[in-house]
């Protein structure tokens, strides 16, 4: 809920990334960020609580329902990270190439402590996807079945 460890491992001087503030309300939008790192992955935020919510996806996002993807929480990051595109130098955290895969806005449909359930409207992503927790860092980012399907 605050950007402390987001600015804590980086260098603003050295990185194109926002530092970002903090902020509150508005609309919930969501992005997708392919991140070619070390690894690549697909980065998954949310909008929520005034950050954006964080998970590394280390495959594909499911686009099919039913499909299972690991997906491990990391530290939120500001607002302003949802349009972020551009390459981190070499040596810094997260060092590689951000691309947006995709963006657009999502309805909260259900949010428990162990579950966020949402419906995504995107370019690519669109329809029902659950975030379920399992332990520690970890979460399951799932497709789910919609009524038109
Ligand atoms: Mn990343």
């Given at each position: 809920m605050n950007l402390e460890e987001y600015r804590a491992k980086r260098d603003f001087e050295k990185t194109p990334e926002p530092r970002g503030e903090q902020q509150g309300g508005g609309k919930s939008r969501f992005v997708v960020q392919r991140h070619q790192a070390s690894h690549l992955h697909y980065d998954f935020r949310l909008e929520m609580e005034g950050v954006l919510k964080s998970w590394a996806v280390p495959?594909?996002?499911?686009?099919?329902?039913?499909v299972r993807r690991l997906a491990v929480q990391v530290e939120d990051h500001p607002?302003?990270?949802?349009g972020f595109a551009g390459k981190i130098p070499e040596?810094?955290?997260?060092a590689g190439t951000v691309e947006i895969w995709d963006k657009g806005e999502y309805k909260l449909d259900n949010k428990a402590t162990n579950r966020i359930e949402i419906t995504l409207t995107g370019e690519k992503l669109s329809g029902s996807y659950v975030l379920i927790h399992t332990d520690g860092k970890n979460w399951l980012l799932i497709k789910r079945k919609t009524k038109q399907e």
């Open positions: 495959k594909a996002i499911p686009l099919e329902p039913g607002i302003a990270y949802v040596g810094e955290y997260g």
